[in-house]
């Protein structure tokens, strides 16, 4: 298997893993805010998956068999989350968000991708920052106090 394509393959699989986290973090919240927010980054997550197997397919290849894997520890770390509460769901979130901007970047830097998977990951890595700076600002707004890592805001 080529680099591009286990690449391609694992981001796939952690977007099924965030995808399931928020799935399962809707039901900590009561408020439709948060509801609603969860479930736009849920949704936007999936889109991910989709962009991205789209690219694995492109290229003649399938998803990983791995990826089931990945739903269930999402959905098993999202429960463990709410029932820590809302605030560490959302530090949860910025770190696991923190996570993903850093692999995007190892990737794009390692990885010579063709023209429109490139796009995708770059577009990918752009959305993620938004993930992050949104959980950073609500877990700012629980807590009372400004974000304090401020590294991938940019």
Not at 122 to 145: F, I, M, P
Request: proline share 1%; net charge positive.
């Amino acid at each position: 298997m080529s680099k591009t394509i286990a690449a391609l393959k694992q981001m796939h699989n952690i977007e099924r893993f965030a995808t399931e986290i928020y799935r399962v973090q809707r039901r900590a919240f009561k408020d439709k805010i948060s509801i609603n927010k969860m479930t736009a980054a849920m949704h936007n997550e999936q889109e991910h998956i989709d962009d991205l197997l789209e690219c694995i397919i492109s290229q003649g290849e399938t998803k990983s068999w791995m990826g089931t894997a990945f739903e269930v520890m999402g959905k098993f770390l999202g429960f463990l989350s709410t029932l820590l509460g809302r605030q560490f769901v959302f530090w949860a979130d910025a770190k696991i968000e923190q996570r993903a901007i850093k692999d995007y970047g190892i990737f794009l830097k390692t990885i010579n991708f063709d023209a429109k998977s490139k796009r995708i990951v770059v577009k990918n890595l752009n959305d993620e920052k938004v993930h992050l700076r949104s959980w950073q600002d609500a877990l700012g707004r629980l807590t009372g106090k400004p974000p304090k890592d401020t590294r991938y805001m940019t």
